[in-house]
């Protein structure tokens, strides 16, 4: 709970007015807000709420999910998690012509 608390207000500070987890947002009235538009949001929202152990916590949702629930929006909002969890791990941080000071509050 304190790790989706985190998540939420970090995405509060990039859309101030609305919330994913409320389903509120509503960026342009004729677009609806879908998964390309969403990702990048979620992993920068992911990062800026430095949650201790992300693995760990993807793995113990992953668990603790009820199963009926994993084809509805929890199970999309857990795939999104997953999917932010496995971008992040996937980065190559060696290259030297990236400036993600930005991201990492370096």
């Known amino acids: 709970a304190k790790e989706i608390s985190q998540l939420d207000s970090e995405e509060r500070t990039v859309f101030p007015n609305a919330s994913f987890f409320d389903g509120k947002v509503d960026i342009v009235k004729s677009k609806t807000l879908g998964a390309d538009d969403f990702l990048p949001i979620f992993i920068f929202c992911f990062v800026q709420a ?9 793995e113990l949702l ?11 929006e929890t199970g999309y909002y857990l795939a999104s998690f997953h999917a932010a969890l496995t971008h992040i791990h996937e980065l190559d941080l060696t290259e030297n012509d ?6 990492f509050d370096t």
């Open 50 to 58: 430095k949650i201790e152990r992300p693995s760990a916590l993807c």
């Open 62 to 72: 992953s668990v603790m999910c009820d199963p009926r629930k994993m084809s509805g």
């Open 98 to 103: 990236r400036d993600l000071s930005i991201i």
